[in-house]
């Protein structure tokens, strides 16, 4: 049933949408009055912009662009590494997909949507049978042996926008859908749910800005059954809390689970209406999960409290020929995490008796970046250089275990576009960053037992990778011809590569066809 409603969600933008936009009045501007090769340069062009966070907004989403734009894509993508980088996430995936987006002027209003599908596996995973170790850490169902896992994703997302005088408002949701499973033992089976819907309201000054506010809501999901079919044994189930521990009165048990998360988030924005300008972003999102150990009678194990703040400040210049833009952003989140105690069982139910908060992942980043353009008659040429620092410090109070890192991060990114005629157009991008170490720490308990052996050389392998030098190289070349004025046929095409100082490696690539209008 759900598969239906998200494919027919699917054929809805690919096919219902381009007949509104056959009767719309989506060109405003006269630059993309001609070929759809127009547009797909600047679709790929705004992609690089810096000043894309206000678009989460949806009030903000008509000033998004100036053109309307639609396409159809279907792809592959594929990443391998030599060693896992961490063993949580396993050494690689590949994944096939297909999706659609459209976004549309029409009249006054503006609408957009997203629907997509994607069918791949994600390889030697060791240490969590979660599908998303990232949002839901420290607190996954996890066992020693791992494998590889099928993942199957839906999605689907759109919003609608529309001037009311010098104000705008905008309202949009999403939701999406996984079910990742293995068939050989163990066999977890975790399925997804993450519902999320933004309402958004901004004003137009007179002195050519646009502000606005906006507010979030998520509503997360993922729920883990586990189960063997050998009769030669099963393996152990454990409950991590991070850092390389595990909730030890319950490993062994617990072999169904669930993760629940509400977040909600508030965010403000500046942006200028003209070509030059300054812009401001603020962002602030508080999340709330709890990791249950459902064949306990549902037992509230741990929960969790992330508080993540968001802000950036810039400014764009234009001038004939010329752009150049620059942003200042920072990124601070602070992640505590409390389990519960439990006293004796009662007719099958553990009774909580106290709670101790003994997890905190704390994190600050902060990136200058700066974008150069200059248009050449039918070529367009970009550079984007960066610098960034990061530092995290993660901590499990008892028994004693801490985790520093801190690090720089350079690179930059050129780009060049050209228009060959009226039907073609391509554009090619390179991309170079390296990785700096400057301080970092890692304190484990010792200990005899194989399993918290296994779990500490697991930690170790992740914050050895992490914490050391790197070093990237990636590629991407897009292709659009025009099969008429409205409709363009486009290939995309991109690798990369990257080496740790450490040894591992891993080299990626993808490839799709892309159906423009």
């Known amino acids: 049933m759900r598969q239906s409603i998200i494919l027919s969600a699917i054929a809805f933008v690919a096919i219902a949408l381009p007949l509104v936009a056959e009767g719309a009045d989506y060109l405003p501007d006269a630059d993309y009055v001609g070929y759809v090769t127009d547009r797909t340069l600047a679709e790929s062009r705004r992609q690089l912009r810096l ?59 503006t609408l957009w949507g997203e629907a997509a599908y994607s069918n791949g596996r994600r390889l030697g995973q060791r240490w969590n049978e979660s599908a998303d170790f990232d949002r839901l850490y420290p607190y996954v169902t996890a066992d020693s042996i791992g494998g590889d896992l099928n993942c199957e994703r839906y999605s689907f997302s759109g919003g609608y926008a529309h001037p009311a005088g010098r104000f705008v408002w905008g309202v949009c949701g999403g939701y999406t859908a996984l079910l990742s499973y293995r068939s050989v033992d163990p066999r977890p089976r975790d399925i997804t749910g993450d519902l999320s819907i933004a309402i958004g309201a901004g004003y ?55 993760n629940d998360c509400h977040s909600y988030g508030l965010s403000l924005n500046l942006i200028s209406r003209r070509e030059s300008g300054a812009f401001l972003n603020a962002d602030f999102s508080l999340t709330d999960q709890i990791h249950v150990i459902e064949n ?42 409390s389990e519960n105690i439990f006293g004796d069982a009662t007719s099958g139910t553990y009774p909580q008796i106290g709670s101790l908060e003994i997890f905190a992942d704390n994190h600050h980043s902060e990136q200058l970046r700066l974008l150069y353009e200059l248009q050449l008659d039918r070529t367009m040429i970009g550079i984007s250089p960066y610098a960034s620092l990061s530092h995290r410090r993660t901590v499990y109070i008892s028994p004693r275990r801490d985790r520093l890192i801190d690090t720089a991060s350079v690179g930059t990114a050129l780009y060049a576009d050209r228009r060959f005629s009226d039907r073609m157009a391509a554009m090619l991008t390179l991309s170079v960053s390296h990785r700096i ?8 308990p010792a200990t005899g037992e194989a399993v918290e052996a296994d779990l500490r050389q697991a930690v170790a392998t992740g914050f ?29 095409a991109g690798v ?22």
């Open 296 to 337: 306990l009678n549902r037992l509230p194990m741990a929960s969790l409290r992330h508080k993540e703040l968001n802000i950036s400040a810039g400014w764009r210049q234009s001038a004939g020929r010329h752009r150049i833009s620059a942003i200042l952003g920072a990124r601070i989140y602070r992640r505590h995490g």
């Open 496 to 517: 990369g590569y990257t080496r740790l100082a450490s040894s591992p490696h891993a080299l990626e690539w993808n490839a799709a066809v892309v159906f423009s209008f």
């Open 204 to 258: 137009s000054a007179g002195f050519g800005y646009t502000t606005a506010l906006a507010l979030y809501f998520d509503k997360f999901r993922q729920s883990s059954d586990i189960a063997f079919m050998s009769e030669l044994g099963v393996s152990k189930i454990y409950h991590l809390t991070g850092l390389g521990s595990h909730y030890y009165r319950f490993a062994g048990t617990g072999t169904s689970a669930y």
């Open 51 to 109: 000043n894309t966070a206000a678009f989460r907004n949806p009030a903000m989403m008509p000033l998004r662009q100036d053109y309307s734009f639609g396409s159809i894509s279907a792809g592959w993508e594929s990443r391998r590494e030599s060693e896992p980088f961490a063993v949580e996430t396993g050494h690689g995936n590949y994944a096939g997909s297909f999706g659609a987006s459209a976004y549309y002027h029409n009249g006054a209003s």
């Open 437 to 444: 170490p400057r301080a970092s720490l890692l304190e484990l």
């Open 464 to 492: 050895r990778n992490a914490s050391c030098g790197a070093t990237s190289l990636s590629a991407e070349a897009k292709s659009d011809y025009a099969l008429s004025r409205k409709f363009a046929l486009g290939l995309r």
